[in-house]
Nanobody, 122 residues
């Protein structure tokens, strides 16, 4: 499975961005990680293929970011609102194909990764 992200860029604090991640095939869980300079990669949000799943969001973004999926298009989105400078990072799309809950979001639980897209908030 190949993952391709888009939608990153630069925005002022308080602004919004929408990230997209397209997958070339079926994925059960898709999620977003981010890595800021000098920091470890962290899980931001994830959602499973089944419609009844409850998406996971990290506490730091829970009230501001929303993850969604369009399974017909094998595409995942991350709507990011009220962006803060601390949201500046490279955002990575990740996915896995085996059937298991998306959380906890540890890197070892995802076997496909995108190339990353830069988000800069000033």
């Amino acid at each position: 499975v190949q993952l391709v992200e888009s939608g990153g860029g630069s925005v002022q604090a308080g602004g919004s961005l929408r990230l997209s991640c397209g997958a070339s095939g079926y994925t059960y869980c898709m999620g977003w990680f981010r890595q800021a300079p000098g920091k470890e990669r962290e899980g931001v949000a994830a959602d499973a293929y089944i419609g009844s799943s409850i998406p996971y969001s990290a506490d730091s973004v829970k009230s501001r970011f929303a993850i969604s999926r369009d399974n017909a298009k094998n595409t995942m989105y991350l709507q990011m609102n009220d962006l803060k400078p601390e949201d500046t990072a490279i955002y990575y799309c990740a996915a896995r194909t085996w059937d298991d809950r998306c959380a906890p979001m540890t890197e070892s639980r995802f076997n496909y990764w995108g190339q990353g897209t830069q988000v800069t908030v000033s």
